[in-house]
């Protein structure tokens, strides 16, 4: 099973048939996926991986783990450092870049252009709505939501560090409530500007990615990875350095990125676990962190072994059944109906403060535009590699309308819902019990974000079955990431050929654990958490230069 | 006795596959029985072809190509799977079935310590497929 395309390319010569008339407009290029792959025997394992970006990006992790490890004390404050410099100083570079996806977005959205089906005309989508949903929203946010969803209204809410959006009063100051004009006021802002990071620009940073991705595989004929964007602008030279390196990029990013989230994932996950099962300390030493990641990893493993319907698609659903679960339970044992009237009040929020909070200039909420917004965007940028290669690897039969409904609009309300629901409980608490509320004492008294949620759950009826379910939606969230990242790396490392040998995504499930594990007991987790993040920017301008090629791509192809 | 021979594919190797269709088609032949070539293609590009509908018309040609050579009935048909590496064996089952096929010959490799953990296509096909399994080593 493992020999081949040498000798195949002398049986098999490049004679593609001409494509049938107007079913898509194929690029013409002697570029035949996996020409520069290599097949080497290792034991008994046979693989089949791009020369050079396999090698590269392997080389490329295993020294980066090994230099952190080794200089901690020099590359931590490196890397953190590195990272608020590029999101203080470039933080105007990020929201326009955001602003700018989000127009292309709507623009391809009611253009004609959105009459184009990925896959060509006659493509049927290999998905059903719910489970193609399930997949994206599950590698898009879901493990966001989870540590977020609370977190981040109640801290624009009364944020005592002085850094709230657009420098808008707060509701809570020293542990005294304001007027309940001010409340509603400081409540909506907190609301629109969480829904903001968590809306439509965050969705159309990956819409982009995995609209450019799915039509230059689908329907231009290239190898499914990300250089293959660039083919418009680079031309024949994305085959050798200038697409190696993109690619590179795209792994390092998508590795370091699930890696250090695994890493820190575990450390809140059993953060909870000791929260919810009242085991103190538990954090004091890695071991239970490290256990998570076992688990996790081996959970991943046994995904991967069963393929994308059978692993990440199940999984995905199993999540969102729960998601689902607990978000009805929190909303029913809440405020309901406070909750179901201020939905609207919050959308409408969103969309008349959008303007101001995504303006790039001119502003002095540093604190908030700087360390919240530019740092999400950076963040979301770095992982859209990531998830739009998935989003695009389960996407293709659908139009390029249909695909940016459900990739920007509908994950924009489902965002706002879960928002709505999980910080409007929250705040709510906060209103009524003031600094007696368990998300006083983890938010604005003291920051440990890690427990914020349970800490509203906590205040709940059944607080133990539904911290339980929250903690085993977290690790499945990751378990889910963790596959479909391995996915996505070994799809680029293998040239973009999707039916390379099983052990190769194996092999990149174990090393994501492995570096997560190496760096949890070693240190490092955030200077390389930091370092993934800061790539941010360099593919930010990538990204700038992959709207024109998706244009450019889009109009070339027949509508209909 | 038989009717309908499946022959699975991987049109990358054909060349490594000339044992196994012999003996497809000396059955087929024997037998007056028509001959199926399936084959299990990705969604994404690969080498063979851009799409699954190029994909198909290959797979069509090759088998149009042999049954003109052989004087035998031959059909084509191309699955596509959104994730061949694991799907395979789980497509090609369902193919067979659907097909109506009542004999496979399928090539494979001299088993390895790794079958044990993973098994070739033809090992997973000959222990779960209701009908008879030729495996040609």
């Known amino acids: 099973m493992s020999e081949h395309d040498d000798e195949n390319q002398q049986t098999e010569p490049s004679d593609a048939l001409p494509e049938p008339e107007g079913a898509s407009d194929i690029i013409d290029t002697d570029y035949e996926v996996g020409q520069d792959n290599i097949t080497p025997k290792i034991g008994p394992f046979g693989l089949d991986i791009h020369n050079p970006v396999f090698l590269f990006s392997g080389i490329v992790v295993a020294a980066f783990v090994i230099i952190t490890l080794a200089f901690q004390n020099q590359i931590g404050p490196l890397f953190t450092d590195l990272r608020g410099f590029l999101t203080s100083s470039f933080d105007w570079f990020f929201l326009m870049a955001g602003n700018l996806f989000v127009l292309v977005c709507l623009g391809i959205l009611v253009s004609p252009l959105g009459k184009v089906r990925l896959g060509g005309v006659d493509a049927t989508p290999d998905y059903s709505y719910a489970g193609w949903f399930a997949m994206l929203f599950a590698a898009g946010m879901g493990i966001g939501l989870m540590f977020f969803g609370v977190l981040e209204p109640v801290y624009y809410f009364g944020t005592p560090w002085g850094d709230q959006p657009l420098m808008r009063d707060i509701g809570i100051v020293d542990g005294v409530l304001a007027d309940p004009a001010a409340v509603e006021a400081a409540r909506l802002t907190a609301m629109a500007a969480t829904i903001y990071h968590w809306g439509l620009h965050p969705w159309a940073i990956y819409a982009v990615v995995a609209l450019s991705l799915a039509l230059f595989a689908y329907n231009k004929g290239l190898p499914l990875t990300v250089r293959s964007i660039f083919y418009p602008i680079f031309g024949e030279r994305i085959w050798g350095w200038p697409g190696h390196i993109i690619d590179i990029l795209a792994v390092f990013a998508t590795l370091f990125g699930l890696a250090t989230s695994l890493g820190l994932g575990a450390q809140q996950a059993s953060a909870g676990i000791g929260f919810v099962f009242g085991i103190d300390g538990i954090n004091d030493t890695v071991t239970a962190s490290v256990i998570l990641i076992a688990v996790i990893t081996g959970m991943a493993l046994i995904s991967v072994l069963r393929g994308l319907d059978g692993g990440v698609k199940v999984l995905s659903e199993i999540n969102m059944g729960l998601a689902i679960l607990l978000m009805a339970f929190v909303l029913l044992v809440g405020p309901t109906l406070t909750l179901v009237t201020q939905f609207f009040g919050n959308l409408g929020a969103y969309f008349s403060e959008i303007g101001a909070l995504s303006n790039p200039i001119g502003r002095e909420d540093d604190g908030y535009r700087q360390g919240w917004t530019a740092f999400y965007w950076a963040w979301w940028i770095s992982w859209s590699p990531f998830v739009g290669m998935f989003i695009a690897r389960v996407s293709r039969g659908r139009t390029v309308r249909e695909f940016i409904t459900c990739v920007l609009l ?148 027949p509508r209909g | 006795m038989y009717r309908k021979v499946i022959f699975p594919v991987d049109l990358t190797h054909v060349d490594h596959l000339s044992k196994a269709l012999q003996t497809a088609l000396d059955l087929a032949n024997h037998y007056k029985a028509e001959i ?64 109506g096929g009542d004999l496979v010959v399928m090539q494979t490799h001299a088993p390895t310590a790794l079958d044990y953990v993973w098994a070739g296509h033809g090992d997973t096909i000959a222990a779960r497929a209701n009908v008879s399994v030729f495996l040609v080593r």
Request: charged share 10%; glycine share 8%; proline share 4%.
């Open chain 1, 410 to 557: 509908i994950p924009t309300i489902v965002s706002a819902i879960w928002m709505t629901i999980f910080g409007g409980t929250a705040i709510d608490q906060l209103i009524n019990t003031v600094s007696d509320s368990a998300v006083y004492g983890y938010v604005i008294s003291a920051y440990v974000p890690e427990l914020s949620l349970f800490g509203m759950l906590s205040e709940l009826p059944l607080a133990a079955i539904t911290s339980t379910i929250a903690i085993i939606l977290v690790i499945v969230f990751f378990v889910t990431s963790s596959d479909s990242g391995s996915l996505v790396i070994d799809t680029i490392t293998a040239g973009g050929k999707i039916n390379a040998p099983v052990s190769q995504r194996v092999f990149w499930v174990i090393f994501e654990g492995l570096v997560a594990a190496a760096l949890l007991i070693g240190g490092g987790l955030a200077a390389l958490q930091a370092a993934s993040v800061s790539t941010g920017l360099p593919f930010a301008v990538v990204l700038i230069l992959a709207c024109y090629a998706l244009i450019k791509g889009l109009l070339s192809e």
């Open chain 2, 36 to 99: 199926c070539f399936v084959g299990v293609t990705g969604t994404t590009p690969s080498a063979l072809a851009h799409n699954p509908k190029e994909y198909e018309a290959k797979l069509r040609a090759f088998a149009d190509e042999q049954g003109t050579a052989h004087g035998l009935k031959s059909s084509a048909s191309a699955r596509i799977s959104p994730d061949p590496t694991i799907d395979t064996d789980k497509t090609l089952l369902a193919a067979i079935e659907d097909l």
